[in-house]
């Protein structure tokens, strides 16, 4: 399937990489961003390719969009850092920006992929986590801005796919990482690689036995394309990570045994409420999108490494 793709979040660190791939496989982008945590660096080597466009504006304020035939809503940031510094920007960007989204999908009779996350299922009480897992978000804590207004969006495309029959699919993405994210982006993945390139101490939180599941983003993009692409799915929601379970102290260990740093690790407190484990269960992703990650953490990280290395040099 090619046509025209509208990106939402198109200058951030996930449609970045997702619009050099669909423009790669022959398809029209336009992206729209606020660049609030978009970057124009991120964008550099599209804009000069003919079949790119950037409307700078916030789907907040409803702006005028041009028709396409399938939306990414991938727009919002999604590092616990923000949450505390943009919290009413997050949940409406989740919200109100999804049901503008949606209105534009009913109006063009696009196919839409709403961007979901793996912190509706919070704290997991349950593990592996399943898309049949309710979840156990707390709605008043620090990430609930995020958490709750991402779970508010997937009732609405609920919603509208019954109301309406929006063609829309969901996507609740788990931990990724890659080159082009920001710097001081306050996740993990890229505090560790710059305080380790840097020569300063990684900061682990807490003791550190706290588990994720890392995915490269080269993976993703790669399920969340054919999770656009498969016909019949509209409805559906499917998890996209790689079940492959770290310690946050394994991660450490592993940046600092690639990087040859002489920096040590420092300990500091764990945030409230920080999900102690977490992992997909991406069975679902395997039947219906024949979609698993390939790359392994290693060599992801490696990458990463490489990419946050000569953007420091450059610097
Ligand atoms: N974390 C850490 N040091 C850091 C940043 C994060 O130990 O400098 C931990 C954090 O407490 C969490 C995990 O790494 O347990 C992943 O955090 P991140 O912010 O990347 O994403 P989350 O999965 O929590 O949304």
Redesign the pocket.
């Known amino acids: 399937m090619t046509g025209t793709s509208l990106i939402v979040g198109g200058a951030g660190f996930l449609g970045s990489h997702l619009s050099e791939k669909l423009l790669d496989n022959g398809h029209e982008v336009i992206c729209v961003d606020n660049l609030g945590s978009g970057r124009l660096e991120n964008i550099d080597a599209l804009q000069s390719h003919p079949q790119y466009r950037l409307i700078e504006a916030d789907i907040r304020e409803e702006p005028e969009l041009p028709p396409a035939d399938e939306v990414y809503h991938l727009a919002s940031r999604a590092?616990?850092?923000d949450f505390t510094e943009f919290p009413v920007r997050i949940a409406l960007t989740n919200t109100q920006g999804t049901r503008y989204l949606l209105e534009y999908a009913v109006e063009h009779d696009a196919r839409l992929l709403y961007a979901s996350t793996s912190?509706v299922y919070g704290d997991p009480e349950v593990h592996p986590q399943p898309e049949s897992y309710n979840g156990n978000v707390n709605i008043r804590g620090p990430r609930g801005c995020y958490d709750e207004a991402k779970r508010f969006g997937e009732t609405l495309t609920v919603a509208y796919r019954d109301r309406y029959e929006v063609d829309v699919r969901t996507a609740r993405i788990f931990?990724t990482y890659g080159p082009r994210m920001r710097m001081d982006d306050?996740?993990?993945?890229p505090?560790?690689v710059t305080q380790a390139l840097q020569g300063q101490d990684l900061?682990?939180?807490?003791d550190?036995s706290?588990t994720?599941s890392f995915c490269y983003v080269a993976d993703l993009v790669d399920g969340l394309q054919e999770l656009m692409e498969t016909d019949g799915l509209g409805g559906e929601v499917v998890n996209l990570g790689r079940p492959e379970e770290a310690t946050?102290l394994q991660l450490a260990e592993l940046t600092q045994e690639i990087c040859d740093t002489d920096s040590e690790i420092t300990h500091?407190p764990?945030?409230q409420d920080?999900?102690s484990r977490?992992k997909p269960d991406i069975s679902r992703a395997i039947d219906l999108l024949d979609w698993e990650p390939e790359i392994t953490l290693r060599d992801g990280l490696r990458r990463t490494i490489d990419s946050f290395d000569e953007r420091l040099g450059d610097a």
């Open positions: 590092s616990p850092k912190e931990n306050g996740r993990v993945v505090n560790f900061t682990v939180y807490g550190g706290q994720r946050i500091e764990l945030p920080d999900p977490r």
